[in-house]
C-alpha cells in the first residue's frame, strides 16, 4: 500500500511539472506569440543570429519540442534556410538546458509568489497580461512540483528496490541510456526527465557515470517528439526535425564509451553532486553545438527530394511565357488545382466537424502551406509574363488569375488559423453543439464546398449567368449567417446548455464561414462587371 501512495504521488509530481511546462507554453504563445514567431523567423540571417534565436525562444516556451515544431514549419514555409534551422535547434537543445539549470536553483519558495501574481494577472482584459499570467503560473507550478518530486523521492531513496535497480542501470550503462530515451517520449520532454534524474541524485545512491548515461538518455528521447510529430509534413520539415535527432543520437553514441573519463572529470571539478544531472545537461549539449555547428550544413541536405514535389507547379511552364495565351491557360489551370487544394481542407474540417475526429484535422495546415506556395508561384509567373505587351484582354485576365489566387489563399487562412483552431478547440474539450446549431453549421459547410466549386466552374468558363447564381447564393449565405445567429442568441436566452458552452464558436465558425463565402463569390464579380451585370455601389443613391 505505501509504494503505491509513493507511486502516485512521484507520478502525480511529474504530471504536475509537464503541466507547468504546458502552461508556460500556451501563456507565452498567447501573450507573445506572434511575436516570437516572427522575431525566430528574422533571427535566422546568420548562424551566431540563428543560434541565439533557438536559444530565446527555447527559454521563453520551455520547449524545444516547441521551438522544433515552429522552426520546421518555417522551413516548409522556405522562411528560413535550412542550414540554419539546424542551428537554431542547436540553440534550442542548449536553451532546455539552460531551462533545466535555471529550474534547479532552488528557488522553490518563490512558487506560492509566482502563482498568486499569475492569477491577478490571468484576470486582465489583454491576451498579452492573460498569457503572461499562465506563464507565471506555469513556472509556480514547475518550481512547486520539484518540490513535491523531492517529497515523493524521499521514502524510496533508502530503498533496497531502487538500489538494485540503479546498480542493475550501472552494470548496463545501453539499457540504462535507452530507458532515460524512451522515458522522454512517453513524456514528450527531456527537462522533466533530467529533473527527475535531479530528484534521484540528490539521494547520493546514483553514481556519477550513470547520472551522464541517464541525462545523454534523456538528451536522445527528446528529440524524437519532433521527429513523430513531423512524420507527413513535407521534406524539408522532416530533413530539420531528423537532423537535431541525428545529432543527438551521433552525440550520445560518442558521449557513452566516455561516460567513465567525464565522470571522473566531473568528480575533480568542485560541482555539486546534487546538480550534476543539470551541469552535464549543459555541458553536453554546449560540446554538441559546437561539435555538430560545421555539419549543419550536410544535415540541410538529408533526404533526397522526389522526383515531382507535391506541391510543385504543374502547368507553369517557362518555355511558355513566350505565349501569353498558353501561359495563361497553364497558370489557369494552376489555380484551379489551388481551389482543389482548399475543396480538400474544406472537406476535412467538415468531417472534423460530423466525426469529432482530430485525425481529421491533422493534415489541413500542410495543405494551407502548399496552397501558400502555389499562389506564391502563380503571382510571380504571372508577373513575369506582365513585362511584356500581352494585350488588354490577356491583361485582364492575368489579374483575374492573381485575385482568384489571392483569394484562395486568404480562404486557407481563414481555414487554418480559424476554422482549425474552433475545431481542435472543440473537440480538445470534448464540446458538443446543440441540435439545431450543429445543423446549421453542417448545412453551411455543405453550401460553402457547393459553393467553391461552383466557383471553379465560374472561373473556367466564365460564364456570365453562372457567375450571377453564385453572387446570389453568397447574399443566402448571408441571411443563412444571420438567421443562425439570431437563433443561436435565442437558445442562449432559453438557456441551452449546449449553447452556452459553445456560443463562442458557434458564433466565430459562423463568421469565418460567410469570409469564405465572400471570398468565393469574389470570381464572379469581374466576369459580371464584363457583362455589365454588376453596379458600382450597393450603396442607395440619395438625391
Known amino acids: 500500500m505505501e509504494s503505491t501512495i509513493v507511486s502516485i504521488n512521484l507520478f502525480g509530481a511529474v504530471a504536475l511539472l509537464l503541466f507547468g511546462l504546458s502552461e508556460v507554453k500556451n501563456g507565452v504563445q498567447r501573450a507573445f506569440g506572434a511575436r516570437l514567431k516572427a522575431g525566430l523567423a528574422a533571427g535566422t540571417r546568420d548562424g551566431v543570429r540563428s543560434f541565439l534565436a533557438g536559444l530565446v525562444a527555447t527559454v521563453a516556451l520551455q520547449s524545444s519540442t516547441a521551438t522544433a515544431l515552429m522552426i520546421a514549419s518555417f522551413a516548409e514555409r522556405n522562411l528560413v534556410a535550412p542550414r540554419m534551422a539546424q542551428i537554431v535547434l542547436l540553440g534550442a537543445n542548449v536553451g532546455t538546458a539552460m531551462t533545466a539549470w535555471i529550474v534547479s536553483l532552488g528557488i522553490g519558495w ?142 550520445c553514441l560518442v558521449a557513452l564509451p566516455l561516460a567513465g573519463y567525464s565522470a571522473q572529470l566531473l568528480d ?45 507547379p504543374s502547368y507553369l511552364d517557362e518555355d511558355k511565357l513566350s505565349t501569353p495565351v498558353a501561359a495563361l491557360a497553364g497558370a489557369s489551370r494552376e489555380v484551379l488545382s489551388v481551389g482543389d487544394l482548399i475543396e ?99 448545412r453551411l459547410f455543405a453550401i460553402t464546398l457547393d459553393n467553391l466549386r461552383m466557383a471553379q466552374t465560374v472561373f473556367a468558363t466564365r460564364d456570365a449567368a453562372l457567375a450571377r447564381r453564385l453572387v446570389e447564393v453568397k447574399e443566402d449565405v448571408r441571411r443563412l449567417e444571420r438567421q443562425s445567429a439570431e437563433q443561436h442568441l435565442q437558445r442562449l436566452r432559453d438557456g441551452r446548455a449546449e449553447s452556452i458552452e459553445t456560443s463562442s464558436l458557434h458564433l466565430d465558425m459562423l463568421r469565418d464561414l460567410k469570409r469564405i463565402n465572400a471570398h468565393i463569390a469574389s470570381v464572379a464579380h469581374p466576369i459580371l462587371d464584363d457583362s455589365g451585370l454588376l453596379i458600382e455601389s450597393r450603396i442607395r443613391q440619395v438625391r
Open 110 to 251: 518563490l512558487s506560492p509568489l509566482l502563482i498568486l501574481v499569475g492569477v491577478i494577472l490571468s484576470r486582465g482584459t489583454s491576451n498579452a497580461r492573460k498569457g503572461g499570467g499562465s506563464a507565471l503560473v506555469g513556472i509556480g507550478l514547475m518550481l512547486l512540483s520539484l518540490h513535491l518530486i523531492g517529497i515523493a523521492t524521499e521514502p524510496v531513496r533508502a530503498s533496497a528496490a531502487l538500489s538494485a535497480f540503479l546498480a542493475m542501470l550501472d552494470n548496463a550503462w545501453p539499457v540504462a541510456l535507452v530507458f532515460s530515451a524512451v522515458l522522454a517520449i512517453l513524456a514528450s520532454s527531456s527537462l522533466a526527465i533530467v529533473v527527475l534524474i535531479l530528484s534521484l541524485a540528490a539521494t547520493g545512491g546514483i553514481s556519477t557515470g550513470l547520472i551522464i548515461v541517464l541525462v545523454l538518455g534523456a538528451n536522445l528521447g527528446g528529440a524524437v517528439p519532433p521527429v513523430l510529430a513531423t512524420l507527413r509534413a513535407p521534406i524539408s520539415a522532416r530533413r530539420v526535425t531528423i537532423g537535431n535527432l541525428i545529432v543527438r543520437a551521433i552525440g
Open 268 to 312: 575533480i571539478l568542485p560541482l555539486s553532486h546534487d546538480k550534476l544531472p543539470v551541469d552535464a545537461h549543459l555541458i553536453f549539449n554546449l560540446a554538441l553545438a559546437m561539435l555538430a555547428w560545421p555539419l549543419s550544413r550536410p544535415l540541410a541536405r538529408l533526404l533526397p527530394e522526389p522526383k515531382q514535389m507535391l506541391d510543385a
Open 344 to 442: 480538400r481542407m474544406l472537406v476535412q474540417a467538415s468531417d472534423a466537424l460530423q466525426h469529432a475526429d482530430p485525425a481529421k484535422l491533422a493534415g489541413i495546415s500542410t495543405l494551407e502551406g502548399r496552397v501558400d506556395r502555389l499562389q506564391h508561384q502563380i503571382k510571380v509567373y504571372v508577373s513575369r509574363l506582365g513585362q511584356a505587351d500581352i494585350g488588354d484582354d490577356n491583361r485582364r485576365r492575368a489579374m483575374d488569375v492573381v485575385d482568384y489566387a489571392i483569394n484562395l489563399e486568404h480562404i486557407g487562412d481563414i481555414i487554418e488559423k480559424g476554422l482549425l483552431a474552433e475545431l481542435a478547440k472543440k473537440i480538445a474539450l470534448g464540446l458538443t453543439f446543440s441540435r439545431d446549431g450543429h445543423e446549421e453549421l453542417t
